[in-house]
Structure formats: structure tokens, C-alpha cells
């Protein structure tokens, strides 16, 4: 009986398997112009969850055209998680630049979270490379 029940489980989840692996012929490519500036455009979300996500997603994906509203983010946000996940995207892509934001964003941070936060981020050699 119990043989049953798996075997049934499995036919009847192969469908959705099925339906929901993309079709190899219709891939196509990413457009990043268009993905940044939906990111760019998350960074001046009302909600910080998207927020935090477009950071994440910035980083992960090098995209280098956010800097400014990341810079942006670091000056104007209260919200901690929000400021940390932007200060890490604009260390990760922007190079000299980011570093120059976040150091000059560190000596006006009031919040003492985000202030560690930011020096431990300058401070640590392997975010530093990246």
C-alpha cells in the first residue's frame, strides 16, 4: 500500500515537474539596461524588504549604474537593515568610490549598528576585494 502512495505521488507530481521547467528553445537572454533600472527603481520603495532585495540583487549582479542611488540610500534611509545591505552592494561594485560613501556616511551615521557595521565592512579585507 505504501508503494502505492509513492507511486501515485510521483505520477501525479510529474506534470508540475514538467510544467514547470522552462523550455530550453524559448531562453533567452537577460537584459540588464532594463533589470537596473527596475532595481534602481526598488531602491526608492516604500517597502524596505524590496529595498534590501534590489541591494542584494545589485550586488550579486555587479550592477555598476546604482551607484548613485545607492550612495543615495546611504544618505537618506533610516531603516538599518536597508543601509547596511545598500553600504554592502556600493563597497562590493563601487570601488574607490563606494569606499569614499561609505567611509563619508560612517562619520555622520548616528546609529551605532550601522556605524560598526560600516567599519567592520571597510575593515574586512575579503568584502574589500570583491
Same mark, same amino acid.
Given at each position: 500500500? $505504501?508503494?502505492? &502512495?509513492?507511486? @501515485? !505521488?510521483?505520477?501525479?507530481? @510529474?506534470?508540475?515537474?514538467? %510544467?514547470? =521547467?522552462?523550455? /530550453?528553445?524559448?531562453? =533567452? ?11 534602481? +527603481?526598488?531602491?526608492? /520603495? ?12 545589485? &550586488?550579486?549582479?555587479?550592477? $555598476?549604474? %546604482?551607484?548613485?542611488? *545607492?550612495?543615495? @540610500? *546611504? !544618505? ?10 545598500? !553600504?554592502?552592494? *556600493? @563597497?562590493?561594485?563601487?570601488?574607490? +568610490?563606494? &569606499? =569614499?560613501?561609505? #567611509?563619508? !556616511?560612517?562619520? =555622520? ?9 560600516? &567599519? /567592520?565592512?571597510?575593515?574586512? #579585507?575579503?568584502?574589500? #576585494?570583491?
Amino acid at each position: 500500500m $505504501k508503494i502505492m &502512495r509513492v507511486m @501515485l !505521488a510521483v505520477l501525479l507530481g @510529474l506534470p508540475f515537474v514538467f %510544467a514547470a =521547467t522552462p523550455d /530550453s528553445n524559448n531562453i =533567452t537572454t537577460v537584459n540588464w539596461s532594463k533589470a537596473e533600472l527596475n532595481y534602481k +527603481e526598488c531602491l526608492k /520603495s516604500s517597502n524596505n524588504g524590496v529595498k534590501v532585495g534590489a541591494a542584494i540583487y545589485i &550586488r550579486k549582479y555587479n550592477l $555598476k549604474g %546604482a551607484i548613485e542611488e *545607492l550612495k543615495s @540610500l *546611504l !544618505a537618506k534611509e533610516n531603516v538599518e537593515n536597508v543601509k547596511m545591505s545598500g !553600504a554592502l552592494a *556600493l @563597497l562590493t561594485i563601487g570601488g574607490k +568610490e563606494g &569606499r =569614499t560613501a561609505i #567611509q563619508n !556616511a560612517l562619520e =555622520t551615521e548616528e546609529n551605532e549598528i550601522v556605524a560598526e557595521f560600516y &567599519r /567592520s565592512i571597510l575593515d574586512n #579585507q575579503i568584502i574589500a #576585494q570583491h
